[in-house]
């Protein structure tokens, strides 16, 4: 590609990357005069190759208008971060290089000052604390003196069998040398996966500000490791959730799946407020300390799938918790006579209306992300109105709600309303913009639209939807298009902003979004009705949405289409290069699964493996040999490898050395076999796990896809990048 071709489309991407992501708010007080709403921010740093963080302030008045707004601060280096209720010190986890060490500290600040730090590696009492999205807590007692976070087990130190000592050790060195136990330094340590790489054993920490001391929790068995501890009203109990670890540890990036409990630890005692046989997090307390809300499902099968809202009562003595909101099996009308399609989302860290009445959360819906009013006394659902865009729910204090609205034309934007109970009948709340609302160039010459699609046909389920996002008009047959399978399986796309996409349709395609069945956001029989079937229907939607597409858009070139996806995305996308060769024309695969029966035992989540298969998946229970040689046959018959004999288009692979969801020899092996058959192909290889997310991977992946895209596909008519000038 010509060298002014390849800066253009640099330079589009240097433009997107300027918007910011919204990530995350917190309402930091509301009295009669004003609110303060603190937000925080991710944006790309091109320059240092990283996605750098920081932080907003913003001052509006009782009537929600902003009044004042400071200068973003930089908080890249603060891993974790917490307040008191009352916001008079805040804690921050920060990494530092101390004497070419790497160190983690708990910093305690008040209104003017560094009041204490604390050097956690020479306090020695855990390993890392834990900041990732699975496990993470970090939060101040109700009295304001502790603060609450999960750590990495501290373990006794090993050495080798025969190691020299040095001579005339003092008295305290021997006691330390009896402390360390012989010949166990290399006994395996099982990590929780994908992207979760050094987390083993995870344990309950609480650091007192008072006395200065650190203390693990006792009490959760062996078996279990908790996760997302929160403070009981009483300064004393702590509930979180704990995973079941024993046999095996398996993947939980994406995976709802796992068997685990709601727990009560209070005086080392440790009691399951949830079932057994379930997999459950975000438990939530009311302002009240009364009730305890989280999210439940049954344990294994698909990864991600529809939940219910569990609702426990503290004060009423009863020993089970009641179902708020069940799983939805296909969709239920609602308050508002609106339809509902369950639950998939998280619930936000503060969820609540001030008199622990109401609940608030957001959750995908067919190809959006809309939210929703939950009564807990009437257990009633009402969707809160919003346009086409989506719409999430990011902090509730003192009944005022922050908001992120998005959709594919518009990056973040920070909103804000007020709930009044009057408002849970018609699901209306006002709001108002916040932050300034960003616009993507020549956005007036683009339209996205949200599409439905039913089969007429005889099968269970039928109906899917996609997203089609491009120009709002052309010639005919004049624009090429990339159609876009998303991963998972179970997952979804929803109308929200996406780099990639953006600079893919900005540079002169369309894409077309496809949630096929087996998607979440349209009941969980939807999401099962995939199993056992994968590499055939949601092979069938794509090739349905290309057409429907080509039918709905007519200025969309039959003759010019891509396909680009990863993951399960990369699966779909290198099946359809094999199964309908002459009908895409290029194909870009991040991390693809290329051949599930290779991919079982080496993957993070085995278990996905049989179960998109639709096979049990307990190592426990003795298997017979023609049992297991029908699932690995079943295996490698639905994956893409049984097709690559047919395979004409040129196709880049984007791989991560470090995937140990799909594992890179995946992708290997799609690359060679196309090789073999003098298929035209590239593979770019990156130390980096399953995303590609890291600053320089993303960069150069996501501009040398577009750029594949548009070695291969000829934009002419509508004076895109290809164009002459």
């Given at each position: 590609m010509a060298s002014n071709q390849i800066e253009k489309i640099v330079s589009l991407y240097k433009t997107l990357a300027r918007n910011p992501s919204l990530s995350c708010a917190k309402i930091l007080r509301v009295t009669d005069n004003g609110i303060s709403i603190l937000s925080g921010w991710s944006q790309r740093n091109l320059e240092r190759k990283t996605n750098q963080k920081f932080c907003q302030n913003y001052i509006l008045d009782s009537k929600l208008q902003v009044q004042s707004e400071n200068f973003p601060i930089d908080v890249t280096t603060e891993l974790l971060s917490a307040?008191?209720?009352?916001?008079?010190?805040?804690?921050?986890?920060?990494?530092?290089?101390?004497?070419?060490?790497?160190?983690?500290?708990?910093?305690?600040?008040?209104?003017?000052?560094?009041?204490?730090?604390?050097?956690?590696?020479?306090?020695?009492?855990?390993?890392?604390?834990?900041?990732?999205?699975?496990?993470?807590?970090?939060?101040w007692s109700p009295d304001k003196t502790k603060i609450l976070y999960i750590a990495e087990k501290k373990l006794p130190k090993s050495e080798p069998f025969y190691k020299q000592k040095p001579l005339n050790k003092k008295d305290k060195e021997k006691k330390e040398e009896d402390e360390v136990s012989v010949g166990n330094e290399y006994i395996y340590k099982a990590h929780w996966g994908e992207q979760l790489i050094g987390k083993h054993r995870p344990v309950v920490a609480v650091l007192d500000t008072t006395s200065d001391t650190i203390s693990a929790l006792s009490g959760i068995p062996d078996e279990l490791s908790p996760a997302q501890v929160l403070w009981m009203k009483d300064n004393q109990g702590v509930v979180g959730v704990a995973w079941k670890h024993e046999p095996r540890h398996l993947g939980l990036i994406a995976c709802t799946n796992r068997l685990s409990w709601i727990f009560l630890l209070k005086d080392g005692d440790y009691k399951k407020l949830s079932s057994d046989g379930c997999a459950v997090r975000c438990p939530r307390l009311s302002p009240d300390g009364r009730y305890l809300i989280w999210l439940e499902r049954e344990a294994g099968g698909a990864h991600h799938n529809a939940h219910r809202l569990m609702h426990f009562d503290f004060e009423t003595g009863k020993?089970?918790?009641?179902?708020?909101?069940?799983?939805?099996?296909?969709?239920?009308?609602?308050?508002?006579?609106?339809?509902?399609?369950?639950?998939?989302?998280?619930?936000?860290?503060?969820?609540?209306?001030?008199?622990?009445?109401?609940?608030?959360?957001?959750?995908?819906?067919?190809?959006?992300?809309?939210?929703?009013?939950?009564?807990?006394?009437?257990?009633?659902?009402?969707?809160?109105?919003?346009?086409?865009?989506?719409?999430?729910?990011?902090?509730?204090?003192?009944?005022?709600?922050?908001?992120?609205?998005?959709?594919?034309?518009?990056?973040?934007?920070?909103?804000?309303?007020?709930?009044?109970?009057?408002?849970?009948?018609?699901?209306?709340?006002?709001?108002?913009?916040?932050?300034?609302?960003?616009?993507?160039?020549?956005?007036?010459?683009?339209?996205?639209?949200l599409c439905d699609f039913d089969y007429d046909s005889n099968e269970e389920v039928k109906h899917f939807n996609f997203i089609y996002f491009g120009p709002k008009g052309g010639d005919d047959k004049s624009v090429p298009f990339i159609v876009t399978p998303h991963g998972g399986p179970h997952a979804n796309y929803a109308n929200q902003f996406v780099l990639d996409y953006c600079l893919f349709v900005s540079s002169g395609f369309a894409v077309v979004q496809v949630n096929y069945r087996g998607s979440t956001g349209m009941g969980s029989k939807n999401v099962e009705y995939l199993q056992g079937r994968v590499g055939d229907i949601d092979v069938k939607d794509c090739v349905t949405a290309t057409k429907e597409a080509l039918r709905r858009y007519p200025w969309l070139n039959p003759d010019e289409i891509g396909i680009s996806g990863g993951s399960h995305g990369g699966f779909l996308v290198t099946h359809l290069s094999g199964q309908y060769p002459d009908l895409y024309k290029v194909v870009v695969a991040r991390n693809p699964v290329i051949d599930i029966a290779a991919m079982f035992t080496i993957s993070d989540i085995p278990d996905w493996c049989a179960a998109e298969v639709n096979y049990p998946f307990d190592e426990s229970t003795r298997v017979t040999e023609s049992d297991q040689v029908e699932m690995l046959v079943k295996m490698f018959k639905c994956s893409p490898i049984i097709h690559v004999g047919k395979v004409k288009a040129p196709t880049l692979l984007c791989i991560g050395s470090n995937d140990l969801r799909v594992p890179p020899s995946q992708g290997k092996l799609w690359y060679q076999r196309l090789k073999a058959k003098n298929v035209k192909t590239k593979m770019l290889l990156y130390e980096d796990n399953h995303p590609l997310a890291s600053g320089p991977v993303e960069i150069d992946n996501v501009i040398n896809a577009c750029l594949w895209l548009h070695e291969h596909i000829t934009i002419e008519k509508n004076g895109g990048i290809n164009s002459q000038e």
């Open positions: 307040s008191t209720e009352d916001e008079q010190r805040r804690a921050v986890l920060r990494q530092a290089v101390v004497e070419n060490s790497t160190k983690q500290f708990i910093e305690i600040w008040d209104k003017q000052r560094l009041v204490k730090n604390y050097d956690l590696t020479a306090l020695d009492v855990h390993g890392d604390v834990y900041t990732d999205s699975e496990f993470a807590s970090f939060e020993q089970k918790a009641d179902t708020l909101v069940d799983i939805v099996s296909t969709n239920i009308a609602i308050k508002n006579t609106e339809q509902f399609y369950g639950l998939y989302g998280r619930l936000p860290r503060r969820c609540w209306s001030n008199d622990s009445q109401y609940i608030f959360l957001s959750t995908p819906q067919q190809n959006n992300i809309r939210s929703y009013i939950i009564d807990i006394n009437a257990k009633t659902v009402t969707e809160i109105q919003n346009d086409k865009s989506s719409l999430n729910i990011l902090d509730v204090k003192d009944d005022i709600i922050a908001f992120l609205e998005t959709s594919l034309l518009e990056p973040s934007v920070l909103t804000v309303g007020k709930f009044t109970p009057e408002v849970v009948s018609s699901g209306t709340i006002p709001r108002s913009k916040i932050s300034t609302l960003t616009t993507i160039p020549d956005s007036e010459n683009l339209m996205y639209e």
